[in-house]
Each structure stands twice: as C-alpha cells, then as structure tokens.
C-alpha cells in the first residue's frame, strides 16, 4: 500500500502524456503545419511550466501534495481531448495549460514519494518514477494499436482522461489526508525560488540526459515513421522498447542507488544514452533501432529521480521550494530546445535532430561527482 498512490499518480500521468506525444504526427496533420511550427507550438507547455513555478511550491505546501496532485492531474486530464482536435491557436492555449497545472502536479507527486521517503525510511523515488514508466508502456503500446485501428487522437485521449480521472478518485479515497502543513516562518521576498550553486550544478548535471528524454518525446515517432519507415502500430511497439528499458531501470533504481552510488550511475547512464543515440542514427533496421530506444530509455531512466533526491537531500530551505528551483532551473535551460530541434528536423535532418545531443550528454558525464556532493572537476594532487 506504500507505493500505491505515488504508482497511481505516476502511471496515470504518463498515460496522458504518451498518448498525446505518440499521436503528434496525426495532430501536426490536421492542423496542417510543419515540424518547425510544431516545435514553436510545443513551446508553449515550458511557458506555463514558468508561470506555473512560483506557485507550485506555496499551493501545495496550502493543500498538501494528495489534494494538490488529485486536483491538478484532472485538470490536465481534461485538457489532453482538447488538445488532440484542436486548431493551431487553440492547440498553443490548451499546452500552455497543460503544462502549467502538469507542472505543480509534478512538485506534488514527488514531494508524496519523498514523505514516504521521509516517514518510512523506505527508498521510493526511483520506484515511483518507475510507474511512469509503465504507464508509457502501456500507453504507447495502446496507442500505436489505436492508431493502426484508425481511432481518432480526440477518442484515444478522451478515454484515457477517463481512465486518469478513475485512478485520481481511487487516490482520494484509499490514501490518508497529510497532516495539515506548518505556517511559514518567513515570507518569502521573490515569486521565483532562485536555484543556489547547489541546485544549479545538479542541473547542468542531468541538463544532457533530460534532454535526450525530450527529444525521444517529441520526435522519436517522426524518426520511426519517417526515416525507419515503420507504421503506425510497429512505431508504437518500439517506442514501447524505450519505455521497457526506463521502466526497468527505474524500478530497480532504488537498489541500484544503494548498491553503485550516484556518480556510478549518472557516468553509466551517459554512456548507455550516448551509445543508444550512435545506434539509432545509424541503425540498418527496425530490430537494431528497437535496441537503440532501450538503451536510451535505460540511460535516461535515472536522470530526473537523482535529481531529485540530490536536491533533497543537499538543498537548503524547504523541499518544495528545492525542487520548484530544480524545475525552473532546468525549465530555463531546456526552453529553446524544442523549437531548435524542430527547426533542425524541419530544415536538416530527423538524424541530425539527435546527434547534436551528443555533446550535451558528454558533459552530464563529466558533471557526474555533482550526485555525490563534491565538485566535478577538483583536481587530485
């Protein structure tokens, strides 16, 4: 029962967004725009994410994180249908939106992992994520076998808010009300909690990975479809392959922290993103590209769930407003990726589109001594 509402949250969480994400293709048709457009559009989800940021933390340290992540993920819910039907103007909207109340239902649903954390001395994180992970699995292999069936993206969405929205009352109703949060001892002087070195060097640390991660989201379909050749339904399965490779990981991340130690897994999670990235450019088939999402979805995997436990455990001051920073901090570093990558989808290349991400990785690699506390590059005499 211990993971049962974070599992909930997380999966539900993801069902939404792979079922959004894996349908693109078909929404960039209807609306009748190119890649370089939809990169544009795309970036208005990080603007609500900055919008969104200064008022995670205050709303849900005021609700506590159960009422804060069943409030918001229905919300998000609700818009996922709009966006899958709706013209460019109200496309851009409705994403604004979904990633402001996406992004104060992240800060909540980690800081219920991380009071698990807390309370039971029990090792959550990684696990928690971990259902994201299968709920990408489960989505886009449901979606890929709803868009070979010629399901519309509006029927396929509306059915999985229907599924989230099920998941969050169920999250209601079996987990405990959180104890009623202590009043602030100072009012904060800033809307935006300002990151420290702390959290700014966990960011440049998983910068890379988190944006590998993106980019497997927003183009790794076009990739299949476009340079692989492969159809709706095999795109699905294989995008599928990459969720395997995340959801193993992070459900065996726990014991990993524990067992090699963060510097050990940021170094081995760049190494297994970078050679995954070599493979799937040059990949010869749809078997070999299979094997190159796994091992990005592997590498990848533990990226965002280190970061967060680095930020708890080293940052100062309150949690939430710890991995409010994180957020905007990799928020403000992340923002013109997607309209980059687009435009060099649209105007270069798909294959391009990742292999730019190659140096960005290198340095998540050597940022590696951040997850343990000490500087990245101090020379031993």
Not at 12 to 26: E, G
Not at 364 to 381: I, K
Request: glycine share 8%.
């Amino acid at each position: 029962m211990t993971l049962l509402a974070p599992a909930l949250l997380y999966f539900s969480n993801a069902l939404l967004f792979v079922s959004l994400f894996t349908r693109l293709p078909a929404i960039q048709e209807s609306m009748g725009i190119d890649k370089a457009v939809l990169g544009m559009a795309l970036l208005s989800a990080p603007v609500g994410t900055f919008l969104a940021l200064p008022l995670a933390g205050r709303i849900t340290d005021r609700l506590t994180p159960r009422l804060t992540a069943v409030i918001t993920l229905p919300i998000v819910a609700l818009l996922s249908p709009i966006l899958a039907a709706a013209p460019l103007p109200l496309f851009v909207l409705g994403f604004f939106l979904f990633g402001f109340f996406r992004t104060i239902f992240d800060v909540s649903a980690n800081m219920i992992s991380a009071g698990i954390e807390q309370r039971t001395g029990t090792k959550v994180l990684a696990r928690s994520h971990g259902f994201w992970s299968v709920g990408l699995l489960f989505g886009s292999l449901a979606s890929g076998f709803l868009a070979a069936q010629g399901v519309s993206p509006f029927v396929q969405q509306s059915v999985a808010a229907l599924l989230v929205l099920v998941a969050c009352f169920a999250v209601f109703r079996v987990t405990a009300a959180d104890p009623a949060p202590a009043a602030p001892t100072t009012k904060r002087k800033s809307a935006y909690v300002m990151p420290d070195k702390t959290i700014i060097l966990i960011c440049i640390m998983v910068f890379g990975l988190c944006i590998v991660e993106g980019a497997v989201y927003d183009w790794a379909i076009f990739f299949l479809r476009e340079e692989m050749g492969a159809d709706p339904a095999m795109a699905g399965v294989l995008y599928a392959v990459f969720t395997v490779g995340m959801g193993l990981t992070r459900l065996s991340g726990d014991k990993l922290r524990e067992v090699a130690g963060p510097i050990s897994l940021i170094r081995g999670s760049a190494i297994a993103v970078a050679f995954g990235i070599v493979l799937l450019v040059t990949a010869a088939n749809l078997v070999v590209a299979g094997v190159a999402l796994f091992l990005i979805g592997c590498g990848i995997a533990l990226a965002f769930p280190l970061a967060v436990s680095t930020t708890i455990a080293r940052g100062k001051g309150q949690p939430s407003d710890n991995l409010a920073a994180l957020a905007l901090t990799l928020m403000l570093s992340t923002i013109g990726v997607p309209p980059l990558l687009g435009f060099i989808a649209e105007h270069v290349s798909l294959v391009a589109t990742f292999v730019v991400l190659l140096p960005t990785v290198l340095i998540s690699f050597l940022m590696a001594p951040v997850a343990d506390g000490r500087r990245p590059f101090r020379l031993r005499r």
